[in-house]
Every structure is written in structure tokens, then in C-alpha cells.
């Protein structure tokens, strides 16, 4: 079910896709108001990964064939937010399989080219004001990352194909669906003030017993966190390791990922903090004790 499923909405996005976004039908459209298009689902849904009956295979309110989302904060010496000394950043919104890999590729929904463009298009700049703030690149412009991480993440959500937001549809309404609802969540989780209250806070020489930390923050989240780390603090791409695989221990905390079901589509449906991590997913690779270190300088936005 899952390959024909992902095998009809790669031909369906492949058909949206070649639509340029600011085309002339575009240039009229009224401000869109987040989430408003997408589908109505009901609130006793099944949980995705915890279905006990099937589910139809072209379902918007199921996530599927990938049921568990993670949501990426970042940790990075050099990358600031507004100057800021105390914030963590956005670093993705990433769909998983049920066993906990992160999925990505799949060319499920379209795939655009000018976020900025979009999210402008339909009178988002307070959510692009909040992106400049907090969805930092590490290097080059935010934009490039913005559009990465819709490319390689966002088309795996069954629930943002157009198919689901049926007459209402219009190009690039899923994307503003998409970074709207990381925002959301990302808005719900200060990770410096949770671990500030467990006493682990920013210093150059203490180390903190990596049990500590993970407690602070699945007592915070309510649900189980991957804690990744480096060796030197750098901005270490490693949601790459796909097959679950980690680069080798670190002792520099560097990324928490929170992890969700979702019970209803992503858009509207509500995140619920896993209680366990999947067969695969337990891809934290920090050592026993991890050092946590304050930000060095204030980085260029």
C-alpha cells in the first residue's frame, strides 16, 4: 500500500511542481491563513504507528507510510539568534518511519524552489521575520536552508499533497502549512530554560552526566529526546545518518531532537510525545558526560 500510495503522489506532485509559483493566477491571491485549507479530521483519530485497523491508503488524516515526527533543535557556538545568548534554534521539522529512521526524498508533496518567495506571496512576513530569528543557517544564506530542509523533509508528509486540501488547493499553500506548524512547536519547547532549571546551563569547563541532561528534557517534553553531540561544537549534519548509524561518540552537546506521533494530519492533527524511541531510533552518540558550551561571539545574521 505504502509504495503505490508514495508511487501516485510523486505523479501528482511532479504535475504541481512544474507550476512556477508566482505565475500570473498568483499574483492576486489574498493573504492565506495558515492551516485554514487543510483537511478537517476528527478528534478520536487513530495515533499514527498505533493504528489496530487499516488505513485507507490515499488517508489525509493518517500520517503514513512514516508515523513519527522529530522536531531538530540546534545548538551552535557560532549561530545566534538576534545576538541572543540564550536561545536554541530551529533546525528541522522531520518526518520518521514508524521504527524511528528519518525519512526523507520521498517526492510525496511538490517541491518549490523559493520559500521566501511563497511564505511573502501569501502575506507571511511575520512568520519570516520569526524564521530570520530562529531557522538559522550555519552557513549561507537561511533561505538555502529553508528550502533543503522543505525538499528533503516536508515531501514525506503524505498530509501537506494537494490531493488533501481538495478545491481549496493552491501552489505553495502546503509550504506556508509546513513552516507554520514548526514554528508552532518549535514556540512550545525552550530547551535553554528546561535545562536551566535541572542547573545545566553554558560553561567552558564543567561536564554534565549526559542522564541529567536526557531527564531535564524528556521531563520538559514529556516524551523521549535523542541528544547528539560533537567534538568540537561545529554544525554536524547527523540526521544524514539515515540507516540509523551514528558518526562516533562526542562530548559537546550540539542537538535535541523531540519526538512526536501525530494523532490527525500534520497540519492540524495534534503532536504526542513518543514514549519510546523505535527499534531504530535511538541514534543519540553522546558520550557519558557532554560539556555544553556558552556561544562565542555574536554571529553574523
Known sequence: MATSLRALLSYASNVVSQIPILNSNLQHVSPYEPLSAAPFC???GPMSCYNSTPVAGDSCCFAHPGGRVLLAQLWDREVHAAGAEEDWTLRGLWPALCDGIPDKYCQMTPQYTNITSILRHYGQDELLEFMDRYWLAASGPNTDLWQREYTKHATCLNTLSPTCYGASHAPGLEVVDYFTRAAALFRTLDTYRALERAKIVPDARRRYPRGDVQRA??????????????TTGSDDDVEEDGDGATRGEGDVLHQVWYVYFVRGSLQTGQFVPAQELGARGDVGNCAAEVRYLPKTGRGEL
Do not use: S, Y
Not at 217 to 230: K, S, W
Open 42 to 44: 476528527p478528534l478520536d
Open 217 to 230: 528534557l524528556e521531563r520538559f517534553g514529556g516524551g523521549r529526546v535523542v541528544l547528539r553531540c560533537t
